[in-house]
């Protein structure tokens, strides 16, 4: 008899935790994404033309950023994006193309 209650309490616990979870968890959501650092990323596609904002974002660094930065940044980034190693053509040209733009615009 004893046995039946305690599993009955068991159920009406694992129901209630339920529910409350289920409430909660849109909130738990947005706490999680926060802490693993998800709306920080960039939401988006390419613009067709490259801005200034845009080629920051693609390199990972300031707008502002030195042409040594902008060269180290620029390489590494190649190195594991290249198309001879598997990696997108297009996201090549799109990494190339920030570069360039932030190296003629800093001058």
Known sequence: MAS?????????????ASRRLNVQWPKISKQIEGFLGAQHRYKGGFQSEIDKYEAGKILGISSNSSSKRIKDVHKKLM???????????????????AKDYLENNNK
Not at 5 to 16: P, Q, S, T, Y
Not at 80 to 97: C, E, F, M, T, V
């Open 79 to 97: 190195f594991q994006n290249h198309p001879d190693r598997g990696g997108s053509p297009y996201l090549a040209a799109k990494i190339n193309q």
């Open 4 to 16: 039946w209650i305690a599993a009955g309490a068991a159920l009406i616990g694992v129901g209630i």
